[in-house]
Each structure stands twice: as C-alpha cells, then as structure tokens.
C-alpha cells in the first residue's frame, strides 16, 4: 500500500525475512508471490503462523482493499487471527528515539491528489487528535493547536517532502525537519504492532 508492496515473517519475536517493492499499482498481481517466497524463504509453513498482521490505511484504495483481502482470505485458510495497523502507525514506529528526540511527529502520506493524509503523535507515540486529510494551506492550522510546549516538528512519510513544503509557505510559529528516511509503511513495523496488540487482548478483524 501507499506506494509499496511489503512481507515481514517473524519467528519467536525476531524478524526472520523482510522484503519490499516500491510500486504504485500491481499490488495484486505481486503480493500472493510476494507472500509464497517469504514462506519458502524461512524454515516453518504457512500452517505454523499464529497470527497475520495487515495495513488497513490510509493509503492506495486498490493496494489496502487487495491487502485486506488477501490476510482475510490467508486467515481463513490457515485458521490464525489477523489484526489490522494503520499506515501511520507503522510509519511512525519506524523512527527511533533519537531521531524523534524533543519533536512532536506529523506523519503525512501520499494520496496522490491536492491534499495529504495526516497525523501527529508525541513523543511517546500517542495520537494527537484523528488523522485528516488536509491541503497544504491548512497543514499549520492542523499542526498548531497540537503543540503544547513543544515546538519542534519531525515530519515523516512519503508526503513528507510536499507537507513540508506547505509549511514553509505559510508563516509558522514553529520548527520543523524532515525523519532521515521518508517512505510509507513497511510490513516490519506492522509486524511488530500487530504483535503486541495481539498479546494484550486486541480484538482481531
């Protein structure tokens, strides 16, 4: 989704296999062979899963819509729950601490129109408020009441670079930088979410 096509497999906590392709469209034509070389790529079937993680959005209608279907479809078939992560979280889970360090997050993603998709969290990883999808004129509207004390924004994700560019044009009364690496979500960090959800009583989808 959102621009890309990734499989994560975890064993006993730790990533076993891990691949990604960058794409706008084919997500359906790549993600079951995707899927069948994870599997043949570690040393336990697709019997062995205990559970199936899924981005459920924001993103590429087609990509969410073939990945929710297809771990819907592998759930069913291998009889293991599958819990949903948002792009945003997955995102935002990938930056570490010292990256983030003294910074509120903004993550925005590519819709592939006038606007973005956007969300903030604080340094804890919490949610600032629901994700919108805004033009760049009203970024710093969104980001402004979200700040609190701090006033340092780390902006993150594949429409980082055009969120930016929106808050450069209008007068803000705040910092901001770039995350060192701007893409969507990846399949390690809905991985690891979906685990922990799992574990404390996550309702599954």
């Known amino acids: 989704v959102a621009g890309a096509s990734s499989v994560a497999v975890f064993a006993d906590g730790e990533k076993v296999y891990n691949h990604r392709e960058v794409m706008d469209r084919g997500h359906a034509e790549v993600l079951i062979p995707m899927i069948k070389e994870a599997i043949s790529s570690v040393s336990f079937g697709f019997l062995d899963l205990d559970l199936i993680a899924v981005t459920v959005g924001p993103g590429s209608f087609t990509g969410i819509r073939v990945g929710l279907a297809t771990a819907r479809s592998l759930s069913a078939t291998a009889n293991v729950p599958v819990v949903g992560v948002t792009s945003f979280e997955a995102v935002v889970a990938s930056i570490g601490e010292e990256e983030r360090a003294g910074a509120l ?3 925005a993603l590519e819709t592939k129109r006038d606007d973005l998709y956007l969300q903030m969290f604080n340094g804890t990883l919490a949610k600032l408020g629901e994700p919108q999808a805004l033009g760049s004129p009203d970024i710093v509207s ?8 701090q006033n340092e924004i780390l902006v993150a994700g594949d429409g980082a670079e055009r969120a930016a560019l929106g808050i450069r044009v209008d007068p803000a009364s705040f910092k901001f930088r770039l995350a060192p690496s701007l893409e969507g979500p990846d399949a ?3 991985a690891e979410i979906a685990q922990e959800r799992y574990m ?3 309702t599954c989808l």
């Open 188 to 190: 390690v960090q809905v």
């Open 142 to 149: 969104y980001v402004s009441p979200k700040l609190g004390r």
């Open 105 to 107: 997050v903004l993550v």
């Open 200 to 202: 404390s009583g996550y």
